[in-house]
Nanobody, 126 residues
């Protein structure tokens, strides 16, 4: 079992950058595929990016590709999401998630992820 704590959200102008962090508890962090999702008001939770257990492979949604970078530091039990060139449409609550078992890094279905952070608000002003 792992507990996740998200942080790093805030208010930023369009074109700006933010880096989100997600710290996991326990000694098994490296056993999980990690991902970031986001949820805007009135919308379903949406996949953003995922990273394999070792950090060697990543996968992005079309909206994130080229602007966001997911990374992890297993020694620190932390996964990051660097977000650049932010747009007002990026405004949402961002959640990190962990998936155990046989899970591909391309898994976009939130129901396949076992553990979730509490979320951190990102607001991009125009």
């Amino acid at each position: 079992q792992v507990q996740l704590v998200d942080s790093g959200g805030g208010l930023v102008q369009a074109g700006g950058s933010l880096r989100l962090s997600c710290v996991g508890s326990g000694r098994t962090f490296s056993r999980y595929v990690m991902a970031w999702f986001r949820q805007a008001p009135g919308k379903e939770r949406e996949f953003v990016a995922a990273i394999t257990r070792s950090g060697g492979n990543t996968y992005y949604s079309d909206s994130a590709k080229g602007r966001y970078t997911i990374s992890r530091d297993n020694a620190k039990n932390t996964v990051y999401l660097q977000m650049n060139s932010l747009k007002p449409d990026d405004t949402a609550v961002y959640f990190c998630a962990a998936a155990g078992g046989v899970v591909m890094v391309t898994q976009k279905d939130p129901s396949r992820y076992d553990y979730w952070g509490q979320g951190t608000q990102v607001t991009v002003s125009s």
